[in-house]
């Protein structure tokens, strides 16, 4: 069979690199196999291991100028030309390096190719191949990174990949991820780990008493954890050194720190190596600080050379390989305390490190062994090819056509939730299935869990679920426990004595028992870290802490509730010179690392349940927001023909026109946000004591008027001159808002355009003595004076300038992010009355002019800022502008991330087309995003 493997770049060293070349070696000896790389950048390879394969270079990039490998007659001035424009096969948030150039060889290779299969291994490549080679080639793509983190990067698998015929991965994990995003349009799904390196290897005597870090010098590989772990080690173990190969952009960085902690004569940066086999025969212990690890093939290295490895439990690839207590230590990710205790283990044992890495020698080769992986391999080529041509295209036309139908054209809606918890060992899967099987209608795998399927549950309802189902379980066996203060709606702490550890797994584990739920153990002791079915929990390892969960996801499978929401139990010890004092096993709490008693005499009140506590934490502490805070929301529906009429009525009187740009301003599109940003609203900030919708007599066909926490305003209630309506100026509307009647002192005011992404506290916008917070955003206002071609809201916020720079001589710049604005209706009362001539100017103006001020958005932030009332702060934030191209891409990662704690979908000027086309694009993505009504939908 012949077999084309492709690559970015033949000459990197990468764990890409040689993972291909490690299987071309391997599939050589039955096979007819090549190395197709896209660039050549060196006169020879870097890794060794490529020199004794045929590879074929398709753009020079050695010269002063790229050019084809192939015999050409472009001139240098036409290949630089068109290396000089983007590429059209790839897009450049996928790969950047690729360019005009690159496309015409890379069609000119894969549209004729001559090979039975061939295998991509990026997801840029990818997109291209399956573009271009012929039908009769089978299509593989090998992934090798952690796809579920890759970003922008891995956008092409989930748009391409039905158009594979098989797509592998190296742990079942980020298998299952790839079949539950992809569904029934997913092509053949293999998972096939990366091989050991083939041949003779020299073993280590793990008497060196060195420790090899190995990997390119990027944040991800977090080398300085490696770094500082080893410095805290340093003086009890002066005899041992740490040694960091490799390069890249952070080398000065950690040649600083280096230099910081006084190592520099026990800690090497060596650089490079080609002969890493010779430097893990002089190792003890090799180390993997790493937070992303897709497979890890120097944990294979150093496997082969019969060294233990420390590893961070990163997703995926270090469980993988590592057998806790076996052949290595896992220890929780980021967790620099944990990683020097595992070390100091190992370096303090020689009989447990040479134990670990006899184990280590010989588990390689039981699982890794090449002969192993390469019979994977050809059992997967053997089956593509035995399908006849004609089947695989029209297999491979039916899952595009199935993932186009499913909503699939749009980015957002292909990605499934991430876990970053180790899978289910085989025994734990065992036991799933059964639990699956008795609740089949209810429960289904998602992100490597059991999980219960449910569209109505908000956020803080889960964390309230996690408390209730872990509170209850200790009442019933009657285990002691005191529920910590914590401002967190959706994490929630139980502390419970050290000495009643026991006392507390066995109830758990007991009332939990044959229940979807889940424990992750926290800091444990002598187990990996990692998540179990809670009812394991009679039986379970020392830890710090559990984390109790009960995983629930969306019926659309986009949005689910795993660890971040759960229960943690923590195991107090007490302390020796004061046995009434408790300590914190970990962190600390709002009063401290240290309580006086766990004896919980007093109540605290959660939801409709109440949970013994300590009476200082009944009490408000220094920096609890304890008084009300209500949301205000303005909203119109442009699409009401009344209100049109009124409009054009109200602008034909006023001598405007009513069919220009103007007209029809996007500040009055309605697409549904308003439904979605109250979703928000409900489920990320459950402590809104009141909603009031401010419109001009319209209600929301949805909206549920009855529930008595949302109350509709109209304009006639709160403008103070009736004469002044109808008014069609969102900055008239906002300058009477503290108008409102049974409005609390303190509120937000919310676009409806504008949505919470995570939860948020009232913290978040105020301090607890009545301080509002305002965030400032990097778009400034125009320089210069206001004149007659400025927008209106660029003219509003010049003339806010005038105002605080006449009144406190400083001159503002920035405008306002598309946040929550926080207010004060002290505050806009006052400023009704220091601007009074701009303030009725601005209440009284129907239309938007160069005369307005910008109240509730910009002018009470700088006032309230000057006079001592506020100050600046910072959320995560994006703002989406639906006009800009990149949008649905970014939709895409948004969804897939939920990095934001707040965000804005919003448009600056659009037809009455694209406003319909915007609709299509941004209804999917809200509610895949917010797929839990709120209360105030009918």
Request: hydrophobic share 40%.
């Amino acid at each position: 069979m012949k077999i084309t493997i492709l690559l970015t770049w033949g000459d990197a060293m990468g764990g890409t690199e040689m993972a291909a070349y490690t299987q071309a070696a391997q599939l050589m000896p039955r096979h007819e196999v090549e190395i197709l790389s896209v660039f050549k950048t060196a006169e020879e390879p870097f890794l060794p291991e490529a020199k004794a394969l045929p590879i074929r270079y398709l753009v020079d990039r050695t010269g002063r100028t790229p050019r084809p490998v192939r015999e050409t007659s472009l001139t240098p001035e036409e290949c630089a030309a068109l290396a000089k424009l983007p590429s059209e096969l790839i897009e450049a948030s996928w790969e950047p390096t690729f360019d005009r150039l690159s496309d015409i060889e890379m069609t000119a290779a894969l549209s004729g190719l001559d090979a039975d299969v061939l295998v991509t291994t990026t997801p840029a490549l990818m997109a291209a191949a399956v573009k271009l080679v012929p039908s009769s080639v089978a299509t593989v793509h090998q992934e090798h990174r952690v796809s579920q983190l890759r970003g922008a990067t891995g956008e092409p698998l989930l748009t391409h990949a039905p158009r594979l015929d098989a797509l592998v991965s190296l742990t079942e994990l980020t298998t299952d991820w790839f079949a539950e995003s992809l569904g029934a349009s997913a092509p053949r799904l293999a998972t096939i780990p990366n091989a050991m390196p083939e041949g003779y290897r020299p073993r280590s005597d793990l008497g060196g008493k060195t420790i090899v870090v190995a990997g390119r010098m990027v944040p991800e590989k977090q080398l300085d954890h490696a770094i500082q772990a080893f410095a805290e080690l340093s003086d009890e173990f002066p005899d041992w050194r740490l040694r960091l190969f490799g390069d890249g952009p952070q080398l000065v960085n950690l040649r600083r720190l280096v230099e910081s902690l006084g190592m520099h004569d026990r800690i090497e940066l060596v650089g490079r190596s080609q002969q890493m086999a010779e430097e893990w025969a002089k190792a003890a212990i090799c180390l993997m600080p790493s937070r992303v690890e897709s497979f890890g093939l120097v944990m294979l290295e150093a496997f082969t050379a019969g060294v233990p490895v420390v590893a961070y439990d990163a997703l995926t690839g270090p469980s993988q390989i590592v057998r806790h207590e076996v052949d290595g230590l896992l220890v929780p990710a980021d967790d620099v305390a944990s990683l020097g205790a595992a070390l100091a283990r190992l370096m303090g044992d020689d009989e447990l490190r040479a134990a670990y890495g006899a184990a280590a020698r010989a588990g390689a080769r039981e699982r890794f062994a090449p002969e192993i992986i390469t019979a994977q391999w050809d059992e997967l080529f053997t089956a593509l090819r035995a399908e006849p041509e004609s089947v695989r295209a029209a297999a491979r036309a039916d899952r595009t056509a199935r993932r186009v139908a499913a909503g699939g054209s749009r980015s957002f809606a292909v990605s499934a939730p991430i876990s970053k918890l180790t899978p289910s060992a085989d025994e734990q899967k065992a036991r799933e299935v059964i639990l699956q099987a008795q609740d089949r209608k209810n429960l289904v795998r998602s992100a490597g869990r059991l999980a219960e399927v449910r569209d109505d549950i908000p956020a803080w309802r889960i964390g309230q679920i996690n408390l209730e189902i872990s509170a209850e379980a200790l009442e019933r066996h009657d285990v002691p426990y005191v529920l910590l203060h914590d401002p967190s709606t959706v994490n929630h702490r139980l502390a419970v004595k050290d000495t009643d550890r026991e006392r507390a797994l066995r109830a758990l584990g007991t009332e939990l028992h044959g229940k979807p739920v889940y424990a992750e153990l926290v800091a444990p002791k002598t187990a990996a870290p990692g998540a179990r079915l809670a009812e394991t929990l009679t039986a379970a390892p020392e830890a710090a802490a559990v984390r109790i969960f009960k995983p629930v996801v969306s019926d659309s499978r986009i949005l689910r509730y795993g660890p971040v929401y759960g229960c943690s139990v923590e195991f107090w010890p007490q302390e020796e010179a004061e046995p009434r004092w408790f300590t914190a096993p970990r962190g600390t709490t709002l009063v401290g690392p240290r309580l006086p008693s766990l004896d919980g005499a007093a109540r605290i009140t959660v939801g409709d349940r109440e949970y013994p506590t300590l009476e200082v934490l009944t009490k408000r502490l220094m920096w609890d927001v304890d008084f009300p805070i209500d949301a205000v929301y303005t909203w119109v529906d442009d699409t009401d023909p009344a209100w049109r009429a009124t409009r054009d009525a109200a602008r034909q009187a006023a001598g405007l026109a009513t069919d220009d740009a103007q007209s029809g301003d996007v500040r009055f599109r309605n697409r549904d946000e308003l439904r979605y940003s109250l979703r928000s609203l409900a489920t990320h900030a459950p402590w809104i004591r009141k909603v009031f919708l401010v419109t001009d007599d319209q209600v929301p066909s949805w909206l549920n008027t009855e529930h008595p926490d949302i109350q509709v305003v109209s304009h006639r209630e709160i403008f103070a001159d009736p004469s002044w309506l109808p008014t069609f100026n969102s900055h008239a509307i906002e300058s009477q808002l503290h108008r409102i009647e049974g409005l609390s002192e303190h509120f937000l005011y919310v676009n409806d355009d504008v949505m919470l992404g995570n939860e948020v506290t009232p913290g978040d916008f105020f301090h607890a003595n009545g301080i509002t917070k305002f965030f400032p955003s990097p778009a400034l206002v125009p320089l210069g004076e206001r004149t007659v071609d400025d927008p209106p809201v660029a003219a509003a916020g010049k003339n806010n300038r005038r105002l605080i720079q006449e009144r406190y001589g400083a001159v503002l710049v920035q405008k306002m992010k598309h946040m929550p604005h926080a207010l004060s209706r002290t505050v806009l009362t006052e400023i009704e009355t220091e601007f009074a001539a701009e303030y009725r100017h601005t209440e009284a103006s129907r239309f938007r002019s160069i005369d307005d001020i910008s109240i509730s958005s910009s002018l009470h932030h700088y006032y309230a800022f000057h006079t001592g009332r506020a100050v600046p702060a910072q959320l995560p934030y994006s703002y989406l502008d639906l006009t800009h191209p990149w949008t649905e891409t970014r939709l895409g990662r948004l969804l897939a991330a939920r990095d934001k704690t707040v965000f804005c979908v919003n448009d600056t000027v659009s037809t009455e087309l694209e406003v319909g086309e915007q609709k299509d694009l941004i209804t999917p993505f809200l509610e895949a995003y917010f797929p839990v009504p709120s209360p105030y939908e009918k």
